[in-house]
C-alpha cells in the first residue's frame, strides 16, 4: 500500500493482520540505511514471527528507500521528517501506540520518534544500533569515497538494485545533519538493545541501554548483516514485547 502523508512523499508501506488477534497493539518495524522493509524484515522471517504471535505488523519503506519516493534533496532526510512520516502513517492507519522494531539506521529513528511523540510508543527496540556517530564527517565529503565503516556500507548498499545511490548520499547527508546524542533519552518506555557479538558497527550498545534504563542483549557469533535474521533476536524480542 502507498499513501502521501506528509505531501513531499508518498511512503510504501506493508500493514499485515495477525494470524489471530491477541488485542496487543501493532508493531512498527524500521528497516536500515539501504534497506527496506522485504529485504531487512521480510527476508529475515519477522512478519511470520509475529503475526504468528498475534501481532499486527506495520512495515514502512521508508523516504529514499524501496517503493517510496527517493528526494535528492538533503534537508529532506532530516530526522524529524522521517518521524513525521511514521506518526503521518500511525494517524493514517488510526493507531493511537506501537511497540517499535528499528534496526541500525532504523534503530536511530525509533529512538527519535520515541523522543518526539513518546505517547505513540509502548516499547522499543533497537538493533545494530551505539551510540558511536558513524557519520561523522560526512556531510563534508562524498559518501563511499572514503574508507571509513560507513563508506563500506555506503558502497554496498548503493550497488543493490533498486537503490539510488544520489538519494541515499543526500540521507546519508541529512541524518549527519543532527549527530545522535545518548542525551536526552526516551523516559517512561522500556527499552531493549540488541546486537551482534561481531557488529562493530552498534559498539557502544551496552552503555547505552544502562544509560537509558535498559536492556542489552547480546547476539553470539552474529554480526551487523546477520543478526537480523538471528532466532535469539527475535526470541528476546518477542519476550519483550509481551511482558
Same mark, same amino acid.
Given at each position: 500500500m502507498t499513501a502521501n502523508l506528509t505531501k513531499d512523499v508518498t511512503m510504501r508501506y506493508a500493514d499485515l493482520a495477525p494470524q489471530t488477534s491477541s488485542g496487543a497493539v501493532p508493531v512498527l518495524l524500521l528497516?536500515?540505511?539501504?534497506?527496506? =522493509?522485504?529485504?531487512?524484515?521480510?527476508?529475515?522471517?519477522?512478519?511470520?514471527?509475529?503475526e504468528t504471535a498475534g501481532r499486527r505488523v506495520i512495515g514502512p519503506d521508508l523516504r529514499g528507500h524501496g517503493s517510496s519516493d527517493k528526494p535528492t534533496e538533503s534537508e529532506l532526510y532530516l530526522p524529524e521528517h522521517f518521524v513525521s512520516d511514521l506518526v503521518a502513517l500511525l494517524d493514517e492507519l488510526g493507531v493511537e501506540s506501537v511497540d517499535v522494531v528499528g534496526y541500525s539506521m532504523g534503530a536511530r529513528l525509533a529512538w527519535a520518534l520515541a523522543l518526539a511523540a513518546p505517547a505513540r510508543v509502548r516499547r522499543l527496540v533497537l538493533g545494530g544500533f551505539g551510540p558511536t556517530d558513524l557519520l561523522a564527517g560526512v556531510?563534508?565529503?562524498t559518501p563511499g569515497e572514503g574508507d571509513g565503516p560507513f563508506d563500506q556500507? =555506503?558502497?554496498?548498499?548503493?550497488?543493490?538494485?533498486g537503490n539510488d545511490p544520489e538519494a541515499l548520499a543526500a540521507c546519508a547527508r541529512g541524518q549527519a545533519a543532527r549527530p545522535?546524542?545518548?542525551t536526552p533519552h526516551p523516559a517512561g518506555i522500556p527499552t531493549l538493545l540488541v546486537a551482534g557479538a561481531k557488529d562493530a558497527l552498534a559498539a557502544g550498545a551496552e552503555g547505552l541501554a544502562a544509560d537509558c534504563g535498559g536492556t542489552f542483549v547480546e547476539i553470539p557469533g552474529r554480526d551487523h548483516v546477520n543478526a537480523v535474521s538471528s532466532r535469539i533476536f527475535k526470541q528476546v524480542v518477542l519476550d519483550f514485547l509481551q511482558d
Open positions: 528497516h536500515g540505511f539501504g534497506s527496506t =522493509f522485504d529485504m531487512n524484515w521480510g527476508a529475515a522471517g519477522w512478519p511470520r514471527v509475529l556531510g563534508e565529503s556500507v =555506503f558502497n554496498t548498499v548503493a550497488a543493490l538494485p545522535f546524542t545518548r
